[in-house]
Every structure is written in C-alpha cells, then in structure tokens.
C-alpha cells in the first residue's frame, strides 16, 4: 500500500489558501441530496455537524452519552491556545506552528500543523461570537495566560472550565440544526461497525443502548470523531466511558492505525490514593505557572504534605528548576512527567505510596497574596481539597503523572480523509498534528479547527465525485456487520466465567502502565506483549457479563470496550518496539542522551507508523509514511 | 467503614421498582461515593446478580452525567458538588444511606438510578443559542466586555444540566436549569439581539416537557452543584415579562394585548 498524505504544493504558508480554492465545492442545492454521519458529539464532532447541516448537508450524529452535551471534552480545563497575538509578545501563526512541531518532536507534518495555526484565530472569533464567556482584562478585551511550556501568552480561556465552555458552544450549534431539521441527534447510541461497500464508507452498525436495539444507518460519508484512547491504561483522566471502539472497528475494516504507541503522560494530576481508584483527576497545567514542584534531597519514607511544610530550604530538590534552569517548571509535559519518574524511582517520592512529588503554592502565595492566587486557581484547589481532604493554601499539593491524551489515531490524509474513501477522523482520535507529544491547550485547538475550518471544506471536494444515491439498509454489506456485532455480543454473554470486566480492565491497564508507559524497553515491551496475549485469551474464557442484549446492559457495553483495548494495547506495544528511539511521550530506555534525555533517530524514525489490519491474529503490516521537512530545522529538543 | 444501602431498583420504565438493601464492609474514606457503588457493583456481578445501573462519565462535576438522590438530597449532604465527587468520609461509619434517581415527571425512569433527561436538551434546541453559523464573524475583541459582565455571564455558564435544581423542587420545576441559560445569554451583547425570542421560546418549551412552576421554594440554589444563583431566575423573569410586552413574535404580542 502506497500512502499520499496529499499535501498540497506550494509554500507552507500558501497550501491551505491554495488547497481551498483548489478543491471541488458542492453546488448549494445539491448539499441536501448527501447524508453524512458523525459519531461523537465532543468538541470535534459537535462543530462538524453543526458546521456541515448549516452549510445543507443532512447529518445524523451519535453519541454514548444521554446527550450531546456531556462529551469528554467537557472536561478540559485550561484553555485553548490561538495565534491572535493579541498581547503583542511575537506570537504569529508561524510561531505556534514552530512551537508545535518542536512540541511534538518532529513526528507531525509540516502542512498540517501549519494549517491548524492558521484557522486557530477563526476558532476564537466563532467561540466568541456563540457567547462563549472568555475571561477578560478590566478594559473589556480577552484574556490570555501562557500555558504548558509556551514562551508566549496565547492561551484563552474560561476559568479553569475552557473545554466544558467550548463544548457548550458547539453543543449550542447543533442544538440549533437539530430544531432546524437539519442534524438528527442519536444519544444514548453506541457505533459498533463501519460499513464499508466498494471500498467507500457508506454507513455504521450502532447499538441502541437503552433497548439493545442493532440497527444500520446508510450514509454518503462517514466521521468519526471518537476521541482518545487513554483508557487502554485503565486509569487515566479520560471520561470513564472514553473508549477506542469506533475507531477501532474502522481500522479492522482497512483504515490505518497511526502511531498507536504515542501516548501522553500528563505530569499533574492527583496521585492514586488505593485499589478502589476508577479514574485519575487532572490538576490543570496552569498551576505549573506558580507553583513549585519539589521532592526532598534525601528520601523521607511516607511524607506527608503536612510534614513536608517543615523541611527546611536547603533540604528541598526544586528538580526541574535544577535540571532546567530557563524553563524550569515549565518544561513540557513528556519532560516534567519523566522527572517526576526519576525522582520516585530514586527513593524520593512523597505521600503514602512514594509515587507523589509536592506542587508547592507557599513563595506564590507569599509574593501575590491568597487573593490572587485563589482567583486564578481557586476551583482548582477547591477541587484538590475535595478529592484529598488536604488543602493546598495551607500545605503543598501531591501530584503524579497519569495517562491523559492520545496522540496516536486513524492514520488521515490533509484533507482529514482515512486511507477509506469517504471515511474522515477528526479530533483526538486522528493522528494527525501533535507527532509525539501535544503541548497544552492544543487539543481544544485542533479540535474546534477539525470541526468548524477543515472538515465543511475537504468533505466537499469528495461529495462532489459521488452520485446521490443512497444505499438502502438491507444491502449485505450492512446485513454482513450487523451481524457480526450481534455475533459478537452473543459471545461475550455466553461465556459466563467468573471474573467480571473490570476486573480484566485493571490487569490490562497495568500490563501496559508498567511496560508501555512512561519508560519502555525491549524486553519489558516483549513481555508485556505476552502478557496481554494471555490475559486477552483468558478473557474470552473467563468473562463473566450479567443481564441481556435487550436492555440498559453496563456491563455488556464495557465488555465490548474492553475486548477492543486488548486488541489495540497489543498494537500500541508493536509500536514501541518498533519505534527505537525516543521521541516526545515514547521514551525507550534504550535511546536517550548522556542527560538521560530523549534521544531521537531521525535518519532511521522520521516517519509515521501506520499499522494495516490483516487479518484476526496475524501480526499487523507496518506502513511508513516519510516525514519531509522543509521549513523547520531537525534539532535536539533543548528546555535546558 | 461499614455502611448500609437502601437502593432503588427498578427494571425497566414499566417495572414498578422498589427499595433492596444490601451491606458494604471495608470502605476507606477516600473512595467516592461512586467508587463505593463500584465495589458494591462488582460484588454482585460476582455473585450473577445485576450491577445498580447509574450514569457517571467524567467523575470530576462538570459533564452532569451522574446524579443520584442521597438522604433525600440530590446530590447528597455536601453543597456545591456533584455526586461523583461525593466522598465516603462525608458519612460516619455505620451510617445507612438511601440513594434513588431524580425523581420528575419530565425524567422518567429507564432503569435503577438511570432517568431520561432529553428534555433540558429539547429546552436548549428552542433557543439556547446565538443565531451564528460558522465563519464571517467579527473579530473576538471587537466588541469589548466588562468583566463584571463576562463574569456573572460565566456564572451561569457554569450550569452542568445535571437535573439537581429539578429533583430538588417539590414542583419539580425547570427554572434554574432554564434561566441559567436565558441568563448567560442576555448578559452578552452577542446573545442580547435574540433574548426576546429566546426567553419565549425557552419557556414554552419547558412548560411543553411538563416541568412544574416555581413557587420560589429556592430548593434549587441550595442543591445545585455549581451554586447558580436565584438572580438568574429574576433576571430570566424580567426577560421574559419584558419579551411578551414587547415581543417579537407577531402572534405572542397579539395574546398580550388581547389578555
Ligand atoms: C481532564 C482533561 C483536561 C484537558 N484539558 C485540556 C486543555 O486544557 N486544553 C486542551 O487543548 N486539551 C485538553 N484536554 C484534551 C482534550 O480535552 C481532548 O483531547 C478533546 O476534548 C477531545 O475532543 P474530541 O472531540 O476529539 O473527543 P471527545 O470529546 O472525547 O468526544 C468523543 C465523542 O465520541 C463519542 N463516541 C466515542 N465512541 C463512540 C461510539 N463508538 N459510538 C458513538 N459515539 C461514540 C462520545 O460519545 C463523544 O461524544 C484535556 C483532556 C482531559 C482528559
Ligand atoms: S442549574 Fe444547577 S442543578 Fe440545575 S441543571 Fe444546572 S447545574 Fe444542575
Ligand atoms: S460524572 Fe460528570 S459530573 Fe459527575
């Protein structure tokens, strides 16, 4: 297979502007006569639909949740970051496009990125414009902080609500193509596989998740914008139901699965307090712009935030301002969180388990006052105390690092086009722009630039080679998936073992944690390998799913999830061991620099790995896409 | 911990339903109170028997997913949160706790503590937004905005349609969700052009789902999780009174000139 990513020509800054009047439009009266599904109403899906139904194209949405509005991305906390330069400090679009790919640490292309950074002013003056309550300065104009490492103030937000704010917006614009008849809305509706006739996509099998109810929906076109995968790891700051299912099925129909192994490691997030944990909370980004993060010089068993309060200055190891005098706590996400690693591993951790390090408030808190730092944090540190009992005015923070976002996805053309006609991934779970780390308030960014700037144009230039007509539901091909889904389905009730989903969730998320997580190696990797291959038999054998197809069924639906993240954790570790050097959140022990950095390949690993499914329990095909650099210069990522 | 549940259980939308009780030992006090249901869940799949369905996602307050009614308290006893972010050490060892769904008219009940809340988004769909298509708007810093005003606007924002000011109400009314809205919207210049139609339309739609009047009983300000204020109630009333005087719908204004 022969990947074209189909970047246009022309320089850099001209392919988007040229690429647009390029591509085939569709003739207004005619949009009505294309279907088009999204699955996903989160900030990329949401902004699709709406954006596609009010240019006239007839869209159906689905999504898990009881309604649009409670996508994951509701969660996102601290902002989204946008060109406007507003603070006059330097930013241009050519900067943040800069500052992405040395984020990502050249793994993403040039084209795409560039792209992002040019319709990332547009994102704002839309938000904006839907009455998204920005946060302001006293004169009345938007307010920006600086934000996971960048050297600029470009990040908007909305207290520490930024992604339940833009969700909200966009839910509001679709909310309003639904009373207009133009999107028809499916909650509560899981999809469960991806029609594909005559190597197009022509629709999904979905499972109605009040009445078990499988149906097939027939479309011109299908999205999906299914967010991330970060459950694969069980515990991570994913929405409990996060999951990789849609995006999965899609790839056992043919799509390419690009670098499944890069992951993100999100360095502040509040430490596992027991074996009850189900899920890990994010302590927003921001706070790394005031708070100090140390462990003690010497490891002090059990240290509490309370005891800590008393170590004497010269007693304390402010780590990162150590290692990294001009970024200090700044550092990006993958750096801040393999330190945070470090420490513990020496012995250093604090708190109960000894995986903890102090974020500490008490100089900010001294210098600014409580006033101030409770306006900018104060949900924040209502939050920490709710969830600890411990408050952070008064005693230092605990935080660890925790799985948070996927780089990793369906492998996308420019035009945000899988490898199958007519199938397109937006958000979070395409591949596309963040290479081998995100940097922060960039995921709302591509997102909302996916949904609203790319997606009403790229689709058009596709629709425009179709013919109208619609494949009717009771064609094999659709008969053929659904019953596969039932098949499927069946299977997982009837095997009626003894351990039950959650139980085979946990073992999987600590399989791929200890061996595919913050630090990987060979041997650990083909351990794990066999690992998660024993587990995955045993669940087939041992499961234990209660109730029936024909209702409300918790654990069916995980049960389907869960089969899934065993198939796609196998993948991610391929990748790994695959990808021998080290770069952004995929750090192999075995390449890294004489400072204990990561170290890159580039002659041997400048390229995207884009996994093709061939078959049940064959060994995947690795297809390379090359990496072509021609406007930034390769260089050893430096925060020092 | 020791605790003792009392848990609704209920099949089906036709099931009648009723209370079953079971028995937790070894809670630690960190867990939250969904994690508590967790392990009672995992229990009983262990022993064949169904899980208590409830609805969670992001377990930190903001998706508005979960809900659960705890003594009698949406939400349970602590202001200010959502049940997902509930902690076992809120309650004293031994304690009994009952839980049940929202209990509304206008939410049924599709299984246990799972109830349909589809209505708040029909509220939205007939007016909860500004008219704006995608593309062709004003730059973001055109129009400036005090932050006073961005401020209590981002107040009401805050609402996470979670349904706790309608279980809340003896009458099971809508008012705070709705107002909440209406609100955020008439505060900002971007929303001011359509807050008549909105107001009406809004509020139309909500007596239309069969959520109840407000009697100001101000049960809701007490039980929301994100502490939206009664003033968006009096701001949405002034809206609205000032919407049908004047309204921008032929036939509403041609009722309040008749009536
Ligand atoms: C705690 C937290 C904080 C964050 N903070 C920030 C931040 O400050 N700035 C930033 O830029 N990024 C942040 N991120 C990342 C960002 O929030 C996400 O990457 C982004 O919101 C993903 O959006 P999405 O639209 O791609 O997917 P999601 O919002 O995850 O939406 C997925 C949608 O797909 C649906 N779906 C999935 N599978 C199926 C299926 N099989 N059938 C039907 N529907 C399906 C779901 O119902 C949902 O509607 C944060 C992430 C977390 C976890
Ligand atoms: S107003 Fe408060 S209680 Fe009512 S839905 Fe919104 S957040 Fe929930
Ligand atoms: S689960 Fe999201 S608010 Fe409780």
Redesign the interface.
Known sequence: MNLDAKIPEGPLVEKWTRHKFNIKLVNPANKRKYDIIVIGTGLAGA?AA??LA?LGYNIKSFCF??????A?S??AQGGINAS?N?QNDGDSDYRLFYDTIKGGDYRSREANVYRLAEVSS?I???????????????????DNRSFGGAQVSRTFY??G?T???LL?GA???I??Q??NGMVQ?F?RTEMLDLVVVDGQARGVVVRDL?TGKIESHSSHAVILATGGYGNVFYLSTN???SNATAAWRAHKRGALFANPCFTQIHPTCIPV??E????L?LMSESLRNDGRIWVPKKGIKGLTAKDAVHIPEEERDYFLERRYPSFGNLVPRDVASRNAKMMCDEGRGVGATGLAVFLDFADTIQRDGRDMIEQKYGNLFD?YK??T?DDPYDVPMMIYPAVHYTMGGLWVDYNLMTNINGLYALGECNFSDHGANRLGASALMQGLADG??VI?YTIGDYLAGMPYEKIPVDYEAFQLAEKNVKDRIENLLKING?R?V??FHKELGKIMWDYCGMARNEEGLRHAKQEVIRLRDEFWKDL?V??TND??N??LEKANRVADFFELGELMIDDALQRRESCGGHFREESQTEEGEALRIDDEFSFVAAWNFTGKDQPEELIKEELVFENVKLTQRSYK | MYFKLKIWRQ??PEDKGGFQSYELDDV?P???F???I??LN?SL??K????V?F???????????CGMFINGRPHGPQRG?ATC?L?M?SFNDGDTITIEPWRARSFPV??DL?V???A??RI???G????????G?????EI????SI??E??DA??C??CGACVAACKNASAMLFVAAKIS??AL?P??KIEAKTRAENMVEQMDKEGFGTCTNTEACEAECPKEIGLVHIARMNREYYFAKQSSESLSEREKVHEG
């Open positions: 902004s709406a954006s009010e949740q009881d309604s649009p509005r409670r994951h509701i969660a406007k507003y547009s704002i003056d839309q938000c904006v414009a839907q009455g998204v309550p920005f946060a302001r300065e006293y004169g009345g104009l938007l909305a207290r609500q992604g339940q704010q909200l839910y509001s614009a909310s309003r639904i009373a809305i909650p009040v929405a409990m139901a307090s027991g009850h944990q189900s899920k909370t939050m709710q969830i009992a609203y700037f009403p003894n039950t959650d139980d234990k209660t109730g209702e409300l918790m654990s | 099949k089906s630690s960190d867990m939250s969904l994690e508590m967790d392990v995992e799949e262990r064949g028997g169904e899980p369905h609805d969670h996602d992001c377990r930190e307050g903001i998706c508005g997913t949160i972010q902690h050490r599709i299984k799972v349909d809340r589809s708040f988004d939205i769909q007939a909860g937004f500004v008219s704006v298509s995608t593309g708007v004003p730059d973001a810093n400036p905005i005090s932050t961005a401020n606007a981002m924002a805050s996470i349609g955020q919207l900002l971007q929303g």
